[in-house]
Structures are given as C-alpha cells and as structure tokens.
C-alpha cells in the first residue's frame, strides 16, 4: 500500500509541475493543445476548451504541447514569455514545499507566525542549495543516482514512518524536480531557458534547438533506463 502511495505521490507532484507550465503557458497567451500526465499512448484523455488532458502509459514525467501549426510559430513567440513558460514547472515545484514546509512546521512546534510565513522561506532555500551541491558529487558517482524504482522503495519507508516524514518525502522530491529540471540540459526545462539565451546572444542558434533538444531527450531517457536498471540491481546484491 505504502508503494501505492509513493507512485501516487510523485505521479502528483509531476501534475504539479505540468500545472506550473500551463498556467505561465496561459498567463503569456500561449495556447495549449495538450496537457499530459506521463509520455505514449494515453489511457484516459478528456477535452476542456482548447486543451487536451491526457493521462499517458509511461509515468517517467510529463509535458504541456503548445497549440502552434509548428516549432517556427513556437520559436516567434517573444523569448521573455518563452522564458516564463519554461520556468513555469520548476517555479510550482519550489512553491509547493514553502506551503508544505508551514504545515510540517504546525505538527512539529505547533502554530506560530515565524512557522509559517518565515521559516518555510529560509527552509526550502536551505534544502534547494543542499541539493545543488550534492549535483557534481552525482555526475562524478552516477551509481548513486536513483531512478523511479529507488525512489518508490525509499519512499514507502518514509511513508510508513509518520506524517511529517511523509511530508518531508514530499519536499524533498519536489525540490529535486524544481532544481534537477533547471539544469542546463537539453531537453529539460534549464535547457531551453539556456538555449533560449543564446538564441538571444546569437540568433543563428535558433536552428539549433530542436536537434539539440531532441539528441538530449534520447540521452535522458537512457539515463533513465541506466539508472532504473541499477537500482532493481540493488535488490538483488
């Protein structure tokens, strides 16, 4: 059941993100065609205006697909909306753990007002900065990285703990979706936002940024496949 729990968890926190994206999406008059939980053929999809929801077959993420004839349409839309856009997910994942951080400050030392409209700030901005630093130790030890499956199983031990490590599960995950998502990284959000720039230092990048984003999507996803296989290695050493 705790497992159950965790697959239901972080499938809510990758809502959260595409929600981020879609609603800067619509704040910046971006119209969008999809938005989908989870990549490949979809298993239940229902329409509300202009927008497809879908929720899709592989849960390893998510994406919002702007409703433009093609990328030349996306790519004349002015960068700083383009900007907000790709912010829009990372944004919504650093918001969430502020609010939930108030919550798990009332079950630790009950309702003060430094719980929670201060200390929140102060301790996602101590976790974020944690994980960033812990990002050259895992790209010189990828063994230590862990995919979905790693996550699921370390998870369920913080769920059958109590509520306030479930919460602290919570954040936890949902600062390494904010922070690992701003990486410089074709195919991530960081990755567009930095393609983005250099399509504003030299325009001739702009040709360049489907291919590279495309050739960064299949590196991800072997990652993904890597680290999936590693960590079912694990329980059998």
């Known amino acids: 059941m705790n497992y159950i729990m965790v697959v239901f968890i972080i499938g809510l926190l990758i809502l959260v993100h595409e929600l981020g994206h879609f609603l800067a999406g619509r704040a910046m008059k971006i119209p969008i065609a999809v938005f989908s939980i989870g990549f490949g053929p ?84 101590q976790h974020s900065l944690k994980i960033i630093l812990t990002i050259p130790i895992l790209f010189s030890h990828p063994e230590q990285l862990s995919g979905v499956v790693g996550i699921v199983n370390q998870g369920a031990i913080f769920i059958a703990a109590n509520a306030s490590k479930s919460l602290l599960f919570i954040i936890i995950i949902s600062l390494n979706l904010a922070v690992l998502n701003l990486l410089p990284i074709p195919g991530l959000d960081g990755g567009k936002i930095f393609l983005s720039f250099l399509e504003r230092i030299h325009p001739r990048m702009l040709r360049w940024q489907i291919p590279i984003t495309l050739t960064g999507l299949v590196l991800l996803f072997g990652l993904i496949i890597y680290i999936t296989v590693l960590d079912i290695q694990k329980f059998f050493i």
């Open 42 to 125: 979809k298993i239940a999809a229902w329409k509300y205006q202009e927008t497809e929801f879908r929720i899709s077959w592989i849960p390893l993420g998510g994406y919002v697909l702007p409703a433009l004839e093609s990328e030349e349409v996306y790519f004349k839309i002015p960068i700083r909306k383009r900007l907000i856009f790709s912010l829009g997910g990372p944004v919504a994942n650093i918001l969430l753990p502020i609010l939930l951080f108030a919550i798990f400050n009332c079950l630790q030392n009950g309702i003060t007002w430094a719980g929670l409209f201060i200390q929140p700030w102060a301790q996602t901005l």
